[in-house]
């Protein structure tokens, strides 16, 4: 009897914890509305602005106490500013994500904006909307707005995933019509390969790329830094072994690292390689799949997935040592943050280049 009240009592400060911090959000953007609303009656918006939000600030101050610094209300006019033009599909699609334990309760929007504004579907803390807003992509912005909710990333989590440039790493790496649904839809798996990042950045590691080090170096510094090596390396991973011992014609083998994916239902084997990758790593890894497969995969399973994760890896080799359906990835990995603004103006050559191609006849 007291699990159970406890649970209840927990699950309803969980709840109200983000009814409050919903309903934070949605009033920002209501005061937002009217700052912005305010200006535009000024002669000179700029100075005018700036003086209403001075007065403001002091006037709301003095009634309510600390947290309405002009700075808050700047970004509270950002907010408005930003959301109120968001794309009516993708804020559909915050609407349509599926409930569950963490869905977001429902809140009275009508008392805390405007009648007669657009509903802009607010789903997550304040703190993350002052990180999302500052994203000028609206798709960018979109996608990292839904992958925050549905996979409950924190504050820290979601600033990393922008700073380690995820959503241009993702766009990279998949076809140019799987690029346009990620604003409205986050990250989709159609084959195994969805579920993984191309490179994979390890900065959290520590270990620094000028630097000689070794593959148990690179274990070591993976096992320390676990759940975002799982964050990282993308959706639905679950810890399961180091140094992996299996016994076949009395020789042992050992598999750097098993992991098991929850989505997929299964498992996934990793060799780390700080050298040049070569068919003798291939070969070996098909072999521990292959182990895997007859030996240890259960009939309701998927087959096994193995990752060659290394520094620098070959495509040209890998399709040449593997068969076509192999289910051998090799993915690059990198120990400092990606040039954003290098990846960025790809990005746009990339996505021009195919509207140029929708657009032909």
Known sequence: MYEQVAE???KSRDYVRTAVNTAMVYTYYGIGQHIVENEQQGQNRAQYGKAVLKELSKRLTNEFGPGWSVDTLENARKLFLVYSKSEPVVRKSIKELPSGENSVPTVRKSA??????????????????????RIDNPDERGFYEIEAYKQ???KRELRRQVASSLYERLAMSRDKDAVMRMAKEGMTMEKNSDILRDPMVLEFCGLKPDNTYYESDLENA????LQPFLLELGKGFLFEARQKRFTFNEKHFFVDLVLYNRLLQCYVLIDLKVDDLTHQNLGQMQMYVNYYD?????????PTIGILLCKQKDDALVELTLPEDTNIYAQQYALCL???TLLQEKMKEWIGEYEQIQ???
């Open 338 to 340: 990606p040039d954003k």
């Open 112 to 133: 805390l904006i405007a009648q007669g504004t657009k509903d802009p579907s607010f789903v997550l803390p304040w703190s993350h909307y002052l990180i999302l807003m």
């Open 359 to 361: 657009q032909m006849p």
């Open 8 to 10: 209840l009592i927990r």
């Open 294 to 302: 007859r030996y240890v995969k259960q009939d309701f399973e998927r």
């Open 222 to 225: 993976l096992i320390d830094k």
């Open 152 to 154: 409950q990333w924190n």
